[in-house]
Nanobody, 118 residues
């Protein structure tokens, strides 16, 4: 069982930056594919970014060039650096983990609220 705990959310003005963190339990963190998703009010949960065990990354088109996902396997932590934030980035951000060899995300955090104001 893996537990994920997000932190770093908050209120920020448009154009500002935030860094989200997701701390994971377990000894096999380095083998997981980790991702961030977000869910705005009244909308479905959307993919934001992922990082594989080898370090390669993918991003949603809406955040490319503004967000950066990274991981520190020594700290069992994945990060999401968010720059040039826009009003439409307002959402609850969720961290998710996909064990090696699987395609689905089996483990989810509780979410952290990001609110971008004008």
């Amino acid at each position: 069982q893996v537990q994920l705990v997000e932190s770093g959310g908050g209120l920020v003005q448009a154009g500002g930056s935030l860094r989200l963190s997701c701390a994971a339990s377990g000894r096999t963190f380095s083998t997981y594919r980790m991702a961030w998703f977000r869910q705005a009010p009244g909308k479905e949960r959307d993919f934001v970014a992922l990082i594989r065990s080898g370090g390669s990354t993918n991003y949603a088109d809406s955040v490319k060039g503004r967000f950066t996902i990274s991981r520190d396997n020594a700290k069992n932590t994945v990060y999401l650096q968010m720059n040039s934030l826009k009003l439409e980035d307002t959402a609850v951000y969720y961290c998710a983990a996909s064990p090696y060899g699987t395609l689905k995300y089996d483990y989810w955090g509780q979410g952290t609220q990001v609110t971008v104001s004008s």
